[in-house]
């Protein structure tokens, strides 16, 4: 588990080109995240199905939709972290975007400390939910307690140690993870089969998912799963 730590896609979407800069600067540098900022609400929802994000930062006032309406969209499909901006401290703004699903909301002007501060208590928050949640990625779908896995909705037969390697992926959407970690994340301790063990269960997994790019091999580094 990555627990409250930051790190993976975060997707910032502003219209304001100051705030907007700042804002991916500071998450960037200070927090390690790989940024993607969009302008618009439209562009957001097209992102969201092409990258394994992780939270999203929504301002409220945009030139398209609105936030609102890119946070009801975003909600019908997805239970991605969200935390709204709103331009002022007005109760209403909050109310609502709190109705439609955003997980908090940070009033402007905001220091991008405070934004990042709650960024990691949304997160601390979401990754200590329930165990036995539903780990999804683009067509693959984990069920914990049920031990299940479908991709396109049809049954995945996978042996527990495959099982534990792909949750362990889901609950790491885009990160790279190396052969080494994997191993004692998975294994939980220097298994004699060596990091050789991994790379013969990725391939399986690769396999039995039917998609050999929802696994990707980074060069020098190790795995990382991307949304198909
Ligand atoms: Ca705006």
Redesign the pocket.
Known sequence: MTGAGTGGVLLLV???DA?GRLVKSYLEQQDGWNVLWLRTGEEAIAELRRHPVRLVVL?????GID?FEVCRTLRAHSKVPIVM?T?RDEEPDRVAGLELGADDYVSKPFSPRELAARIKAILRRAEHRDPAEVLVSGPIELRRDEHDVTVDGSAVDLTSKEFDLLACFLEHPGIVLSRERLLDLVWGMTYPGGTRTVDVHVAQLRRKLGNPESIRTVRGSGYKLVAA
Do not use: M, R, T
Request: proline share 8%.
């Open positions: 502003e219209d304001d705030i301002d409220i006032g945009l030139p936030g901006l331009a």
